[in-house]
Nanobody, 117 residues
Framework: QVQLVESGGGLVQAGGSLRLSCAASGFIFGANAMGWYRQTPGNQRELVASITTGGVTNYADSVKGRFTISRDNGKNTVYLQMDSLKAEDTAVYYC???????????WGQGTQVAVSS
């Protein structure tokens, strides 16, 4: 059974940093590209950053140079280091495999990030 447990969110002032973690289980983590996504009320979930099985990363233009995605296949965990946070980064953040995110279906509970200006 697939499980994705996001953690590390919170309230932070603009310019601050947070590190999100996502513990995955129920599938072969190392064989899947992973992504971090975010959603605000009334809007669709958007891709923030992704990382391939080989460690190649990709970022939304809005977070380039500020966010860093990484993975630890030994711990079945994907991370999102968020620096220089802005009020517009406020959202619920989710992780998922890139494949499952495109197909729809299971999502974890997410972790709330709130940035005060």
């Amino acid at each position: 059974q697939v499980q994705l447990v996001e953690s590390g969110g919170g309230l932070v002032q603009a310019g601050g940093s947070l590190r999100l973690s996502c513990a995955a289980s129920g599938f072969i983590f190392g064989a899947n590209a992973m992504g971090w996504y975010r959603q605000t009320p009334g809007n669709q979930r958007e891709l923030v950053a992704s990382i391939t099985t080989g460690g190649v990363t990709n970022y939304a233009d809005s977070v380039k140079g500020r966010f860093t995605i990484s993975r630890d296949n030994g711990k079945n965990t994907v991370y999102l280091q968020m620096d220089s946070l802005k009020a517009e980064d406020t959202a619920v953040y989710y992780c998922n495999t890139v494949f499952r995110a495109r197909q729809g279906g299971y999502w974890g509970q997410g972790t709330q990030v709130a940035v005060s200006s």
